[in-house]
């Protein structure tokens, strides 16, 4: 099929196929079946999650900053096998820098959000780290279904939504403080709960964040992440404390520290419980250029406590557990022939999208990108489509058209992060060039602009015809971090263009993992467009 579609676009036809989509799975009859999965459980950047669990359902929540639409709702029958069925918003509007205009919002946007099922209603709370510093809350009868909008509060940062049994409602967030809010959720309570619950101890001098509270046989437990940089034998930690009633007071207790799998401590994150009664904690652990993994784990109540790992405390780098058999295989990341008329649920864009520069119908079978705003560099460039990568090893293929582009654009395949290693193709005149770029942004303190790109042409050829497979191989084994770069006119000759590109996770720039990113902008003027065939994407290792 894939075939067909390429020789498509050379001779400029249109043909009717239904590809099998790489998630297509045999039916299963049986409901669960015993698995062993490896640790991270997802590996790929899933950072700050929340869960809620309805009946036999665990809904999880993620922190995607800048890409659009923002809040991932994540599904799960097992804590194994997740799927995204729903984001929160399409679009945040506070200020134009959601737009990449008088600024950015990279690292910024949509931050650690809690979501909570409540009376047979959903609910989600988040705080962008930005101006007007205002939270959002959502309601939805359904996640997969509209979520509407509640309310704007004052800013709680990392915070997390506790709905009590006697009808209150509390927000825990920053360290160790708690408001109560109005039982509609339209505001703080105004002379309800307001104070700080507790103060750090001797040995909390350094980041203590990351709220998740529930309560559990009459107790309040509040998890937070505890991290002090540069101490020697200190790795971050999970730390819990526990209190009989909201206003505390509160006791402390380290539930998790362990050096997991050569990468530090694990810290933030949650606990839940199943519908049979077993409890788990899924908490992240920062991976490099991957981004931040949720790592699953047992949690096993002992005097009261929550504590986290194996009978030694340990993070289990693998787990036996029962999963859903009809589960297995979903992910939050896949191919995509761009078939459908809505886009698929993997992809997030680049900052809010310029929705009249994109098509998926313009040429049915074809994602479309059209030029529109004039910009100098990729980090500024609008309608540039991410989807996350995956450790230990994935790659990412395109199948591109360029014939239509125009004199100045540059249209390509990235592994967008900062630095991003780039192939990129540039229209001069008549003739098209590909090149292998690494390319890295500076960006200023106010409005977070981009103030300098680095670009570095490693490698640049002739584009002999107007289409080709572009592909780009990362490794995460052993911190490797590696993208490499290659062409292909055929899909089965591939030609490695340029040098590796060592991706970094950089919490001063981007704040995320690295993700592949499909993009098209003009330099000169508007009005060029490129069609994608298809992305083809495989995880390769365990």
Known sequence: MKQLKYLSILLGAMLSCTPSLAHERDSVASKTAMATFRNPVIYADVPDMALTRAGDD????????????????????????????????????????????????????????????????????????????????????????????VSRTQHFHDASLLF???????????????????????????????????????????????????????KYYLLMISMVWGEPGRVRREVCYRAD???????????????????GGV??????????????????????????????????WVDGWPILGDKHGHVPLTMTKEVDANSIGKSIVGSDNFDSDKLS????WNHNPIDSKWSLTDRPGYLRLKTNRIVDNLFLAPNTLTQRMEGPKCEGTILIDVSKMKEGDVAGFSAFNSPAGTLAITQKGKKRYLRMVEESVDFAKEKHAVEKVHSNIQAEIPLTQPVVYLKIACDFTDKKDLATFYY???????????????????????????????????????????????????????
């Open 488 to 542: 292909s006119y055929d899909n089965q000759h591939w030609q490695q263009l340029g040098t590796e590109v060592k991706m970094l996770f950089d919490h001063t720039r981007m704040f995320m993992g690295s993700k592949f990113a499909i993009f098209n902008y003009a330099t000169q003027k508007e009005g060029g467009y490129v069609d994608i065939a298809q992305f083809d994407y495989q995880k390769k290792g365990y």
């Open 245 to 263: 009633h909201v206003t505390g007071p509160y006791e402390k207790k380290v539930i998790l520290e362990h050096d997991f799998d050569g990468y």
């Open 345 to 348: 649920l993997y992809w997030q």
């Open 267 to 300: 810290g933030q994150g949650c606990i839940i419980d199943s519908p049979q009664g077993d409890w788990y904690g899924l908490i992240f652990q920062d991976r490099g250029g991957i981004g931040r993994v949720p790592i699953l784990m047992p949690c096993t």
């Open 58 to 149: 665990y809904y999880m929540i993620s922190t995607t900053m800048h890409l659009m639409p923002g809040a991932p709702i994540m599904k799960s029958k097992d804590l194994v096998n997740w799927e995204t069925v729903n984001y929160v918003f399409d679009k945040l509007t506070d200020h134009s820098r959601y737009d990449l205009i008088d600024g950015t919002v990279y690292g910024h946007g949509q931050w650690a959000s809690s979501i909570r099922y409540h009376n047979g209603k959903f609910y989600v709370l988040f705080s962008p780290n930005d101006a007007p510093y205002r939270s959002y809350i959502y309601s939805a009868d359904t996640p997969e279904g509209e979520w509407t909008l």
């Open 164 to 218: 009590d049994d006697d009808g209150r409602v509390y927000v825990f967030y920053g360290t160790g403080e708690v408001k109560e809010l109005k039982s509609d959720l339209s505001d703080v309570k105004p002379d309800g709960v307001s104070q700080k619950i507790f103060e750090r101890d001797a040995e909390e001098y350094g980041l203590l964040e990351g709220s998740q509270v529930i309560k559990h046989d009459g």
